[in-house]
């Protein structure tokens, strides 16, 4: 499977997701990950290593609809576990290894496959939410602020110190040119945001100097962004992706739009 063939099967058994042969590129196609399947179906998976223990993702499963219906997809799926055995995986975890993923789980929304994975024996996962904000939102910085499309090494500075786990998603928004960054006056990074990391118009990873929280900085640079995805895609909202903290972004005009599941299947 290449990233264009693989884009070419989510065309029609997914068409909704709108995934690119660039998105899949990046989600599917990088370190630890494995694509099994033909242009009828196909799953990708990636391992992880954290010291001795290993950890595998079924980042995406994606059946012709022509072939529905026949058990494909449970075999990929189990093509995929055998594979994470093989690596010393106890465990198969469901969409969300990040940095690189499609969704935070499965959308509920979509009851076949919910349904799939639970037949599966996806079982304990957490909730993920999306929610959709206007791209025609605004907020000005507060005054003695600036936000701006980073071109320097500031918002890779504060990550690193402040949020390590965000690094990569950061770095990735840096090269495509969405990632900003709030600054004072006299140049200290204060406060970051990304879209379209890994999907058009998603929002994420965005954070704001533990000290400075609450000032206004994180909706002035989620409002950089609203600005931005409306020139760069055309889009009338931008998605929020995997929502921590409902009670900000709701103060932004977003409203929740999807909710997902994670899930662990035992090998």
Same mark, same amino acid.
């Given at each position: 499977m290449t990233p264009e063939a693989l884009a070419a099967l989510c065309a029609v058994s997914m068409p909704e997701e709108r995934l690119t042969a660039d998105e899949l590129e990046w989600i599917c196609f990088g370190d630890g990950d494995e694509v099994v399947g033909d242009e009828h179906g196909a799953a990708v998976m990636t391992v992880k290593r954290f010291g001795e223990h290993v950890a595998a993702w079924l980042v995406l499963v994606a059946v012709e609809p022509g072939h529905q219906g026949r058990g494909h997809g449970k075999e990929l799926v189990?093509? +995929?576990? =055998? &594979?994470? &055995?093989? #690596? @010393?995986? /106890?465990? $198969? #975890?469901l969409a969300a290894a990040v940095p690189r993923y499609v969704w935070p789980g499965v959308d509920l929304m979509h009851t076949q496959a919910a349904a799939f994975c639970e037949g599966l024996g996806f079982a304990d996962g957490l909730l993920g939410i999306n929610m959709a904000i206007p791209t025609s939102f605004r907020r000005p910085p507060p005054p003695g602020y600036v936000v701006e499309r980073e071109t320097t090494d500031g918002v890779l500075e504060l990550a *690193? *110190?402040?949020?390590? #786990?965000? +690094? =990569?998603? /950061? *770095? &990735?928004?840096? =090269? $495509? @040119? !969405? !990632?900003?960054?709030? &600054? !004072? /006056? =006299? @140049?200290? !990074? +204060?406060g970051f945001a990304s879209h379209s990391v890994c999907r058009a118009g998603w929002i994420g990873p965005m954070a704001t100097d533990p000290r400075l929280q609450h000032s206004g900085i994180g909706s002035a640079t989620l409002a950089a962004l609203c600005e931005d995805i409306a020139a760069r895609h055309g889009l009338a909202a931008g998605e929020i992706s995997w929502v921590s903290n409902l009670g900000f972004y709701g103060k932004c005009e977003a409203t929740v739009s999807r909710v997902f599941r994670g899930g662990r299947l035992r090998l």
């Open positions: 189990a093509e +995929v576990a =055998d &594979r994470a &055995r093989a #690596h @010393g995986c /106890a465990d $198969l #975890h *690193r *110190r402040a949020f390590p #786990h965000w +690094v =990569d998603e /950061a *770095r &990735r928004g840096i =090269d $495509l @040119g !969405t !990632t900003f960054a709030a &600054r !004072t /006056a =006299d @140049g200290e !990074t +204060v």
